[in-house]
């Protein structure tokens, strides 16, 4: 009975801990009043992107050791001054961007967004601050390389951006066969390049960019009756913030005295800054130099990624067996003689078995949605991102990890259970000195499995703007349209970091088993018998 209560109290007090360690967040994570805290992917260059200098003012990014630069990130720097405030950049994913400002977590988006009715729904605007013209890139030696309308597009595989009006206008082109939406543009590129598409839509700044830097590419214009058809701020760029926000009309009257010469002029000094423009040369020099540019520029990154998949991963994996591990211990208690402590023993083993149906049964990205923007909306708990994916991937691991424990403790024979009970052992002494430790060692191999998955899985935590090796090559691919070499770098790195932790718990594996030597004895006595 004591064993019993101990191993909930404590089961339910780690449990609590994490979203104890939320509420000390959430003071840190309040925007200070003095700060402007802007939203972007800094990776859709020319309107933002990511660098490793500060080079052409670009912006430092809170919480990581780059920057941002491109044209909405000079506009954001106007707004903080015109506010009097600290400009801060977090880099969030596109789908982010919105659950992040309504959240509190940024107090504006600036990131080359529409102002589309939809979104008004949910967000605020202001008066736009740039204004562009939708395009189709295509291959430089494609049929469709010379379309000069709409129709010309027949039956060419086009696709879009995703949770973007750009995708909506697809279906203006005759016959059109609409292509999943993407994630983001670098993955378009590439998807153009290696003939899964016949071209993409995009905004006239993007398809510069893209043009200039692969000169296999061209940018379609359309006008009048021959282009899309779209309402004015389908092709605006506002900036959103939250419903009611008293600093709308204030931010407007900044935007109004930035001209239109001085905007232009502030793009046009966009493309040339942006990282790609800096590689055209690169591209004739062959496969070989791309990477070897592409890890000069953000090698640093690559590796900062990859320590913190680490560092989430290895916390990640050992909160999360020490998790599955009490829940494992906590449900093989057998049932107490006591009506009232069996009540409660049923009562946990429900709550129990619902979390491990929830994580085991949805994505982690999704987890992930709804833990770290989902608390924020509801319960006013704003989590760091660090926080909340060492948090994501613990309780995901320990959802698994009890199914494991469980069928750890079932391997072991049943006549050890006996044999405790025989010798007077309780439950607790049997689990503790007989049971656990077999279980450890039975549980190990899958323990390092589920540690080599977790590096793999924290990719999705990019969802939520955790800098995780898979982030900062999003975030180099968006700015040096290398999309093939970047990943391919990123790629190598996840390799290197899975084999080398599979070989180290191989060896650890064989540490526990002990030298074969052990095995050879009863082999010794039997020969020396039979002399």
Known sequence: MKKSSVTLTLLMAFIFSFFTVGS??????????????????????PFNWSQQTDANNAVPIQGQKSYAGGYDVQIAKKVADGLGK?????????????PALQSGKIDAIIAGMSPTAERKKEIDFTDPYYESQLVVVVKKDSKYA???????????????????FHYNVIDQIPDVQKQQAMDNFSAMRTALASGMID????????????TSVNKDLKMLEFTGQNGFQTNPEDVQIAIGMRKGDPDIQKVNQILSGISQKERTEIMDQAIKDQPASTNTEGEKAGLFTDFKTIWDQYGNMFLRGAGLTLFIALIGTVIGTTLGLLIGVFRSIPESDNAVTRFFQK??????SIYIEI????????????????LALAFGISL?????????????????????VRGGIFAVDEGQFEAAQAIGMTHGQTMRKVVVPQVLRNILPATGNEFVINIKDTAVLSVIGVADLFFQGNSAAGANFQFFQTFTIV?????VMTFTITRILRVVEKKIDGPSAYTKIEEVDNANLQE
């Open 24 to 45: 000390f967040v959430n003071a840190d994570e309040k925007t200070p009043t003095d700060e402007f805290r802007v939203g972007m992917e800094a990776g859709y260059a």
């Open 86 to 98: 600290k400009l801060v950049i977090m880099q969030t994913k596109w789908d982010g961007l919105a």
């Open 146 to 164: 010379n379309a000069k309308s709409l129709a010309d597009l027949s039956n060419a595989k086009i696709t879009a951006q995703l949770n973007t």
């Open 199 to 210: 071209g993409y839509v995009s905004e006239r700044p993007e398809g510069v960019t893209a």
């Open 347 to 352: 009562l946990a083993n429900l709550l129990l």
């Open 359 to 374: 994580f085991r049964g949805t994505p982690m990205m999704v987890q992930a949605m709804v833990v770290f923007y989902g």
């Open 384 to 404: 760091d991102r660090t926080i909340a994916a060492l948090f994501i991937v613990s309780i995901n691991t320990g959802a698994y990890m009890t199914e494991i």
């Open 491 to 495: 790629g190598i790195i996840y390799l």
